[in-house]
């Protein structure tokens, strides 16, 4: 508790950013902090997490885990004697968030909420997205649980803090089977845009083909018999030559193709034999799988993993640090080498195969122009150059065609239809589970928020009713029925707060206990909540908080009303106007 602009929702961003990973948001307020303690109880384990920092930067960060609060309080290094050891160190603010994330997720027993993205991709969020619940947004916010309203995530936060069978494999499921269908249809969508192009392609070649072909017997007719079979010959013996240069240009292509993947691969001997020379590490990965690819997705490796598997000597598959000791670095090194010397072996070879083409293709050229000269100076005179343009039409239109077979037809892969009908059946069955487990909580649950938006001073409130998705109605001043992002700034506060309580009495009810317990609320008061309402919200929520093992960090720059609702022991507060910290 503090005067306006003295450090109340610093303390909350610093709160988060210890036990989030990252700040919602930084606050030039706090530039010129070195040092950040804070001590937690994370799912009955006494945990302290202890961060440096420069220029609002983690530079080095450490968390804890000690018997009790006590023992950790004035410790920020391991000290094994009494039992405080470390869970994790950390040398940035990217590493601190992506430890702090892995680490709730698993002392929590959290699992990622999966969702596709436009049908196209999986989307998994985190530990983040379930803070969003813990820290209340902005009274304006559209989103009545979490600060995130894409992608489903309030429903599924809400399935997930109800403990609904399977939810998490519900998620994955529906989500598999919607990218796999749309997966389907784009691919079947492609196919028919293809073949619908190739067939009008093959429609104009033909059209073009008969007008050249009826082109050429004109002009063939026109001709006299000593004239016809000259002309027949030298044109016989340019199409000949005109193939011989196809094929041999088809040969150049894939002996191109050849030397290009074996020069690429001695470049990849070359590389890795560098690495070997002067990493260990890399020696001792030498003879272990090198996939480019993610054998479960398909997807291509980053190249920060593979510059972190040299630097920091994290394995780019599974990223676990890569120990021990290199044991035969020469046996390594020749092998290595041997490998440089045969892929330049094969380098060669594939380069002296492609000159020889290149000749060949060359003096194929060569007798094709010649071919041509003399089809040109054929005796014909003036109708000589309209004939041979004629006949080489005919050939181009005839190969054009050739090279446009008409385009298979879509064959649907049995696997992928088995798959997508076992995935839509799974779902539809975890769906029928999920709909009679909910029935009884979500009517125990519409009636706690009803019966807690009240109390916390929603004075019309008459009721409510909450969906799997977390779409709430709320019914209100003589049944007047609207959505929760039509209500005021001061409501959506006091519903918000009416879902999380009533998420921890329903599920100490049922006897579920997935919410985390905490809940951080910055200034209640400045979302036009009236000082009688906000006497009213704040006594309630001392008393769920101590009757549903809920903790409670609010802040208000209100002196008097942080001591009319609360005992002493509660209360953190600095003096009128000076800073809280």
């Given at each position: 508790?503090?005067?306006?602009?003295?450090?109340?929702?610093?303390?909350?961003?610093?709160?988060?950013?210890?036990?989030?990973?990252?700040?919602?948001?930084?606050?030039?307020?706090?530039?010129?902090?070195?040092?950040?303690?804070?001590?937690?109880?994370?799912?009955?384990?006494?945990?302290?997490?202890?961060?440096?920092?420069?220029?609002?930067?983690?530079?080095?960060?450490?968390?804890?885990?000690?018997?009790?609060?006590?023992?950790?309080?004035?410790?920020?290094?391991?000290?094994?004697?009494?039992?405080?050891?470390?869970?994790?160190?950390?040398?940035?603010?990217?590493?601190?968030?992506?430890?702090?994330?892995?680490?709730?997720?698993?002392?929590?027993?959290?699992?990622?909420?999966?969702?596709?993205?436009?049908?196209?991709?999986?989307?998994?969020?985190?530990?983040?997205?379930?803070?969003?619940?813990?820290?209340?947004?902005?009274?304006?916010?559209?989103?009545?649980?979490?600060?995130?309203?894409?992608?489903?995530?309030?429903?599924?936060?809400?399935?997930?803090?109800?403990?609904?069978?399977?939810?998490?494999?519900?998620?994955?499921?529906?989500?598999?089977?919607?990218?796999?269908?749309?997966?389907?249809?784009?691919?079947?969508?492609?196919?028919?845009?293809?073949?619908?192009?190739?067939?009008?392609?093959?429609?104009?070649?033909?059209?073009?083909?008969?007008?050249?072909?009826?082109?050429?017997?004109?002009l063939t007719q026109g001709a006299d018999n000593s004239d016809q079979e000259s002309l027949a010959d030298l044109a016989e013996a340019t199409m000949q030559s005109a193939t011989a240069v196809v094929n041999s240009q088809q040969a150049w292509d894939t002996l191109m193709l050849l030397h290009r993947q074996a020069r690429a691969q001695r470049q990849r001997d070359e590389k890795l034999l560098n690495d070997v020379r002067e990493s260990a590490i890399a020696r001792r990965l030498f003879h272990g799988l090198d996939p480019t690819?993610?054998?479960?997705?398909?997807?291509?490796?980053?190249?920060?993993?593979?510059?972190?598997?040299?630097?920091?000597?994290?394995?780019?598959?599974?990223?676990?640090?890569?120990?021990?000791?290199?044991?035969?670095?020469?046996?390594?090194?020749?092998?290595?080498?041997?490998?440089?010397?045969?892929?330049?072996?094969?380098?060669?070879?594939?380069?002296?195969?492609?000159?020889?083409?290149?000749?060949?293709?060359?003096?194929?050229?060569?007798?094709?122009?010649?071919?041509?000269?003399?089809?040109?100076?054929?005796?014909?005179?003036?109708?000589?150059?309209?004939?041979?343009?004629?006949?080489?039409?005919?050939?181009?239109?005839?190969?054009?065609?050739?090279?446009?077979?008409?385009?298979?037809?879509?064959?649907?892969?049995?696997?992928?239809?088995?798959?997508?009908?076992?995935?839509?059946?799974?779902?539809?069955?975890?769906?029928?589970?999920?709909?009679?487990?909910?029935?009884?909580?979500?009517?125990?649950?519409?009636?706690?928020?009803?019966?807690?938006?009240?109390?916390?001073?929603?004075?019309?409130?008459?009721?409510?009713?909450?969906?799997?998705?977390?779409?709430?109605?709320?019914?209100?001043?003589?049944?007047?029925?609207?959505?929760?992002?039509?209500?005021?700034?001061?409501?959506?506060?006091?519903?918000?707060?009416?879902?999380?309580?009533?998420?921890?009495?329903?599920?100490?009810?049922?006897?579920?206990?997935?919410?985390?317990?905490?809940?951080?609320?910055?200034?209640?008061?400045?979302?036009?909540?009236?000082?009688?309402?906000?006497?009213?919200?704040?006594?309630?929520?001392?008393?769920?908080?101590?009757?549903?093992?809920?903790?409670?960090?609010?802040?208000?720059?209100?002196?008097?009303?942080?001591?009319?609702?609360?005992?002493?022991?509660?209360?953190?507060?600095?003096?009128?106007?000076?800073?809280?910290?």
């Open positions: 508790m503090a005067s306006n602009l003295r450090g109340k929702s610093s303390v909350l961003e610093l709160v988060t950013w210890c036990l989030r990973g990252t700040p919602r948001e930084k606050s030039g307020a706090i530039h010129w902090l070195r040092e950040v303690d804070l001590d937690a109880t994370v799912a009955g384990q006494a945990m302290a997490f202890r961060l440096n920092l420069e220029s609002e930067e983690i530079t080095s960060a450490i968390a804890l885990s000690g018997p009790d609060q006590q023992t950790l309080e004035t410790r920020r290094s391991p000290d094994p004697a009494q039992g405080v050891l470390p869970l994790f160190r950390a040398a940035s603010s990217e590493s601190y968030a992506q430890q702090v994330q892995a680490l709730m997720m698993q002392w929590m027993d959290l699992h990622p909420l999966i969702s596709a993205k436009e049908g196209t991709a999986a989307v998994t969020n985190g530990w983040p997205a379930y803070y969003g619940a813990l820290y209340m947004p902005g009274a304006r916010s559209p989103s009545l649980l979490g600060d995130v309203a894409m992608s489903g995530l309030p429903g599924r936060l809400l399935q997930v803090f109800l403990d609904l069978p399977a939810a998490g494999v519900l998620t994955k499921v529906k989500t598999q089977a919607a990218l796999m269908s749309t997966a389907r249809q784009r691919r079947q969508s492609a196919v028919k845009a293809a073949q619908a192009e190739r067939s009008e392609q093959r429609r104009q070649t033909e059209d073009d083909l008969v007008a050249a072909q009826a082109r050429l017997k004109h690819t993610c054998p479960r997705c398909d997807q291509s490796f980053a190249a920060e993993r593979r510059r972190l598997e040299l630097q920091e000597h994290s394995c780019a598959v599974c990223a676990r640090p890569v120990q021990g000791d290199d044991e035969a670095p020469e046996d390594v090194l020749a092998e290595a080498e041997d490998r440089v010397r045969a892929s330049s072996e094969a380098e060669r070879l594939s380069k002296e195969a492609l000159e020889q083409a290149e000749g060949e293709l060359h003096q194929l050229s060569r007798d094709l122009r010649t071919a041509q000269d003399r089809l040109r100076r054929a005796d014909a005179a003036a109708r000589v150059p309209e004939y041979a343009q004629a006949r080489e039409g005919v050939l181009r239109l005839e190969g054009a065609l050739s090279v446009l077979p008409e385009l298979p037809p879509s064959l649907d892969d049995p696997a992928e239809d088995l798959a997508i009908k076992v995935l839509r059946a799974a779902a539809k069955t975890l769906e029928d589970d999920h709909a009679k487990e909910a029935d009884k909580l979500f009517a125990d649950l519409n009636t706690e928020i009803s019966a807690l938006g009240r109390k916390f001073g929603f004075a019309g409130l008459e009721s409510v009713k909450i969906d799997r998705a977390a779409h709430l109605r709320v019914t209100s001043d003589g049944g007047h029925e609207r959505s929760f992002s039509d209500q005021v700034p001061g409501e959506r506060l006091r519903l918000r707060i009416a879902v999380i309580v009533a998420l921890l009495r329903v599920g100490a009810v049922h006897q579920i206990s997935t919410h985390p317990g905490l809940l951080l609320i910055d200034s209640p008061k400045a979302e036009e909540i009236q000082d009688v309402d906000i006497h009213l919200l704040l006594e309630e929520l001392n008393a769920v908080a101590e009757a549903n093992q809920l903790q409670v960090l609010v802040t208000t720059a209100d002196f008097d009303l942080a001591h009319d609702v609360l005992p002493s022991g509660s209360i953190i507060e600095a003096a009128e106007g000076k800073p809280l910290w």
